[in-house]
Nanobody, 124 residues
Framework: QVQLVEAGGGLVQAGGSLRLSCAVS????????MGWFRQAPGKEREFVAA????????YYARSAKDRFTISRDNAKNTVYMQMNSLKPEDTAVYYC?????????????????WGQGTQVTVSS
């Protein structure tokens, strides 16, 4: 069984930064492509960013490009997302997800395992 545990969420003022992390256990971490998604109250869960197995390929949603950076440390079985210049509209629960086929994808259906989420709140 694969387990994903997110951390690093919190309350931050607009313009501030947060770094999310997601620790993965249960199988070889380097087998997975990883993604970050988010869900705001009353909205669908949406794609934010994804990263390839080795970390040399990334893909971002338009809303995240130039402000967020996804990265991974395969030695630590962890994926990160550095979020800068945060806006109130970034407020959501952020989830990490694992894709066993190693595909960098922006659709929820492409991911096999999910974490429980971490709350990010950006105040204006």
């Amino acid at each position: 069984q694969v387990q994903l545990v997110e951390a690093g969420g919190g309350l931050v003022q607009a313009g501030g930064s947060l770094r999310l992390s997601c620790a993965v256990s249960g199988r070889a971490f380097s087998d997975y492509a990883m993604g970050w998604f988010r869900q705001a109250p009353g909205k669908e869960r949406e794609f934010v960013a994804a990263i390839s197995r080795s970390g040399d390929g990334t893909y971002y949603a338009r809303s995240a490009k130039d402000r967020f950076t996804i990265s991974r440390d395969n030695a630590k079985n962890t994926v990160y997302m550095q979020m800068n210049s945060l806006k109130p509209e970034d407020t959501a629960v952020y989830y990490c997800a694992a894709n066993l086929r190693g595909e960098i994808r922006g659709d929820r259906s492409g991911y096999d395992y999910w974490g429980q989420g971490t709350q990010v709140t950006v105040s204006s």
